[in-house]
């Protein structure tokens, strides 16, 4: 009941009220990217959601226009304190997770979910078990597990492992818990790149 039909419901009536704070927020900071660098604002980035469908997801742009997608030895996305590739505007983004905003009109659309694992990249197919494959029988979260606990810096065994969780154990409670840390984690700035985990 609460996965198919509560769940759904909360992510309408929360989306909703949060998103004209949002657009502002949004707004203020597309303005500064565009005065930046002169580039889109958006990056609108093909990922796999539920049932392993592609949709489209909506973030700030963080990077240099026509950046190369560069990804570590286990397939993860490859982030880093000192990646060239971000600009100025965008480590300020990361840092407050304020690019991930715009995936409200995600969840509105019904792409994704305020809380579920995270949408994957296209092409690492080739890498998910099937015991993995489980975590796209739910919608993907703009916050999940991963994001509560490790944010950036979970390796790809990582993540599996904790959006299996995740799927196996999805609840209200759960779901809570994961906003709540995730808060927490934005705010103390834990684990914004992959190398923090090394300091």
């Given at each position: ?40 604002i ?34 993860s ?19 407050t997770?304020?690019d ?100």
């Amino acid at each position: 009941m609460y996965q198919f039909f509560i769940k759904r419901i909360f992510d309408i009536l929360i989306s909703i009220i949060l998103l004209p704070f949002i657009c502002v927020i949004c707004l203020l900071f597309a303005v500064a990217i565009k005065l930046e660098d002169g580039g889109s604002i958006f990056y609108n980035a093909e990922r796999l959601g539920k049932n392993m469908k592609k949709f489209r997801m909506f973030k700030l742009r963080t990077m240099k226009e026509n950046s190369p997608d560069i990804r570590n030895m286990d397939g993860s996305t490859f982030n880093s304190s000192d990646d060239h590739r971000v600009t100025k505007i965008g480590l300020i983004l990361r840092k407050t997770s304020i690019d991930e905003l715009p995936q409200l009109v995600n969840v509105l659309l019904g792409d994704m979910s305020l809380v579920g694992p995270r949408p994957s990249p296209l092409g690492n197919e080739h890498r998910y078990s099937e015991e993995f494959k489980v975590k796209f029988e739910v919608q993907p979260g703009i916050t999940g597990l991963n994001q509560a606990l490790l944010r950036n810096a979970a390796s790809m065994d990582e993540r599996m492992e904790n959006d299996v969780y995740y799927v196996k154990n999805i609840s209200i409670f759960l779901d809570f818990r994961i906003v709540f840390l995730t808060f927490f984690s934005v705010i103390k700035r834990k684990n914004i790149t992959r190398d923090d985990v090394l300091k």
